[in-house]
């Protein structure tokens, strides 16, 4: 897949090597001695032996098995024993591209090496490392696809999350705004400054806009981002990075601008009542996947209010791709 995914925060990436698994490509992470990072396939091509097992040394990625040695790009530089010093010339093993932003470890399994500049979609580049407050790390059991949609769609707030995030019986006609490329959605929510749930009532004052953002660019990534009429911003962001077919692994993380809310005083206050949200979010998506397969269904009916689905179908399921469009839809939420 041409995207970026979170595989690991930073700090998870120090001197021993870190085995994860992204789209069923089991991969090794290190760093080396300079600090820069390597993704490798988790396979020394000598004797199969997970490379993740092994060191970092002085010239790279040392094999736990006989100690070949392997280069950030998967050249083996090294086979201890061979007089005079050589290599074997076809030991090579598949890297991917891999890069740091935001405290966060992002792999492209298309490309090699280490790359700084990658294609992030614009809504994360406003993300200062100032401004975070917490990584948060899960595996849910789950289609990517069907996480993003959950999480970016306003409509299962009321049952799933009924008193925390909103109420049925409070809800508000609002202006949504959706503006669709192929590869991107972005609806911006107007009309609802205030909110019926307890999230709100507790963390939150009058809001300008809430937005939810996705670009296929970060396939796995979405955003939600909260403007407030006293200046201050909030964005909620999930990237769900696919394991294999059913399990993706979460990070999430949460980002304040302009008002008083250090990291201890969140984890303390606010986490408890988010932990709890997305353990609800976690158990239906969970119980959509096992009943999808026990009916063996594919993708359900959709209504007009099902706004990210198109777009986020277009970039996982590969259905056709919707033009430009932006186009205003009321609802009530
Ligand atoms: S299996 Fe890796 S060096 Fe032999
Ligand atoms: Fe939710």
Redesign the pocket.
Known sequence: MRSWFVVARSRQVGDKPLAVTLLNRPLVIARDREGTLMALDDC?P????PLSLGRMTDDGLQ?A????TFRADGRCVSVPGLVPPACAPAARVGSASVMENDGLVWVRLDGHGTTQNGTLPAFLHRLSPSSRRFVWQSTWRARAVDALENFLDAQHTHFVHAGLVRSVQKRNIVEATVSKTPGSIQVDYRGQPTQSGWLYRLFESPREIERAHFCASAAGTAQLEYRYQNGSALYFTLHFSPIDETRVRVHGTLHVENRWAPAWALRLIAWPFLRRVLAQDQAIVEAQQRNRERFRRGEGICSELDLVKPVLDATWLQSSSPCNVVSVVSMSI
């Open positions: 020394c000598h004797r199969h032996v094999c098995y006989h100690g070949w």
